[in-house]
């Protein structure tokens, strides 16, 4: 069976880029971790705030990344959470 991440997994940015009007997040988790195609997340503030959500649509073995409604300036000091069962 396919190993799959637990609910509220939390991880950390990669990376960021701009694609157009929103801006792609890379996590530090990926296929070899349990991340799937169409997983739900969100991004919360060091306050446990949630800032934006998103959906996975790219995965590799060890990394994944989705686009998200905030520019890269309000992605400091956040946390991702995959799979929230609060938000």
Do not use: C
């Amino acid at each position: 069976t396919l190993f799959r991440s637990p609910p509220d997994t939390k991880t950390r940015i990669m990376g960021i880029s701009v694609e157009g009007v929103k801006t792609r997040i890379t996590i530090g988790r990926g296929r070899m971790t349990g991340v799937s195609w169409g997983e739900y997340g969100v991004v919360v503030n060091s306050a446990g705030t949630k800032l934006a959500h998103f959906v996975i649509d790219n995965v590799h073995p060890r990394l994944a990344s989705a686009l998200v409604d905030l520019i890269p300036d309000q992605l400091k000091d956040v946390q991702i959470i995959l799979k929230p069962s609060a938000h």
